[in-house]
């Protein structure tokens, strides 16, 4: 894979967190930060997909929304219509713990075939921590206009590659959608 580029999704209502999630702290440093070191030994082509001003203090593109209140799948169309390369990493932004390996890992297994590639253990798919391909856009514009907003329906449509991981690596591609889920996190790491 020639060029990558990645576009984090610092979307989302956050009802859960009562915060901006990518910028909640995690170790003394917002969740966004940990992501994006675990990106820069691949590619320092990092794109944010937000309309929220807190951001700002990042140096990198902030991409609002082309279609608002889509969830995911509006973030990865709006990412997907941005973007000038094939192949585009996605990943949400509330994934503290993930790292170089496992990106590094999702990238060599990707096949050029397949439309979208995700990791998946038994018990869970994580559609958002991805390789999604620019020709799937007018797929996922379709299912918009449709109001079919699930990612595991998107995957029926699309060609896609499942990586399979071991059950114990869920936790590295865990996201964090409340405080309580991150007091369990620090305490499983203490």
Do not use: W
Not at 90 to 118: F, M, N, R, W, Y
Not at 144 to 172: G, R, Y
């Amino acid at each position: 894979m020639k060029t990558l580029t990645v576009f984090i999704l610092c979307g989302g209502k956050s009802s859960r967190m009562q915060s901006e999630k990518g910028l909640v702290l995690f170790q003394e440093k917002p969740f966004i930060e940990h992501i994006i070191q675990a990106i820069l030994p691949i590619t320092n082509h990092i794109k944010l997909i937000t309309t929220s001003k807190e951001y700002d203090y990042l140096d990198y593109e902030k991409i609002p929304d082309l279609v608002e209140d889509k969830g995911p799948m509006g973030g990865i169309y709006t990412a997907l219509s941005h973007s000038e390369t094939e192949f585009n990493l996605i990943l949400s932004c509330d994934i503290p713990l993930i790292s170089t390996e496992l990106l590094q890992e999702l990238i060599s297994k990707h096949t050029s075939e397949a439309g979208i590639t995700v990791f998946a253990s038994e018990s869970k798919t994580h559609p958002l921590i991805g390789i999604y391909s620019k020709e799937i856009v007018p797929i996922i514009k379709k299912a918009i206009d449709s109001d079919e907003l699930k990612m595991m329906d998107l995957f029926a449509k699309v060609p896609h590659q499942i990586i399979n991981i071991e059950e114990s690596e869920n936790f590295h591609l865990t996201n964090i959608n409340s405080a309580d889920e991150l007091d369990d996190l620090n305490i499983n790491l203490s």
